[in-house]
């Protein structure tokens, strides 16, 4: 007896999971959640760090090759370009958790942290392609 009513009250537990996890629909041109408005800034994040990595790639290019043609004890532009964009990254990086603070413990927070990373993101794809031209 003990054996089925541990069965039935097992299934009866079953019963009120759902059968298929669904993803939230996301309308992007006009969020309406909290979880759409994060979500969103996510993939608007994802597509700025997109560029900004066909940019810096190209830029390496550019370096790469400028050090191969220079002088001995010239080179170094490949190098310098490294340091910068890493130091870039960690500053980025800090100064957007810093600005999402605002939202600290809130359902915003991730979101103002995207939208920031977002937007420094963006600003650091001109800067290296505006590099990349005058070369």
């Given at each position: 007896?003990?054996?089925?009513?541990?069965?039935?009250?097992?299934?009866?537990?079953?019963?009120?999971?759902?059968?298929?996890?669904?993803?939230?629909?996301?309308?992007?041109?006009?969020?309406?959640?909290?979880?759409?408005?994060?979500?969103?800034?996510?993939?608007?994040?994802?597509?700025?760090?997109?560029?900004?990595?066909?940019a810096y790639q190209a830029?390496?290019?550019?370096?790469?090759?400028?050090?191969?043609?220079?002088?001995?004890?010239?080179?170094?532009?490949d190098t310098a370009l490294?340091?910068?964009?890493?130091?870039?990254?960690?500053?980025?990086?800090?100064?957007?958790?810093?600005?999402?603070y605002q939202a600290h413990?809130?359902?915003?927070?991730?979101?103002?942290?995207?939208?920031?990373?977002?937007?420094?993101?963006?600003?650091?794809?001109?800067?290296?392609?505006?590099?990349?031209?005058?070369?």
């Amino acid at each position: 007896m003990k054996r089925v009513l541990f069965l039935l009250g097992a299934l009866a537990g079953f019963s009120c999971v759902p059968a298929v996890a669904q993803q939230p629909q996301m309308n992007c041109g006009d969020p309406q959640t909290q979880i759409e408005m994060t979500m969103c800034a996510g993939e608007d994040l994802a597509e700025a760090d997109k560029a900004l990595n066909a940019a810096y790639q190209a830029l390496r290019k550019l370096t790469k090759a400028r050090d191969a043609d220079a002088g001995e004890g010239q080179a170094g532009f490949d190098t310098a370009l490294v340091k910068a964009q890493r130091a870039w990254v960690a500053y980025r990086d800090s100064w957007c958790e810093a600005f999402a603070y605002q939202a600290h413990g809130g359902t915003m927070e991730p979101q103002l942290n995207a939208e920031c990373q977002a937007e420094l993101t963006r600003k650091r794809t001109d800067q290296l392609k505006a590099l990349a031209d005058n070369l």
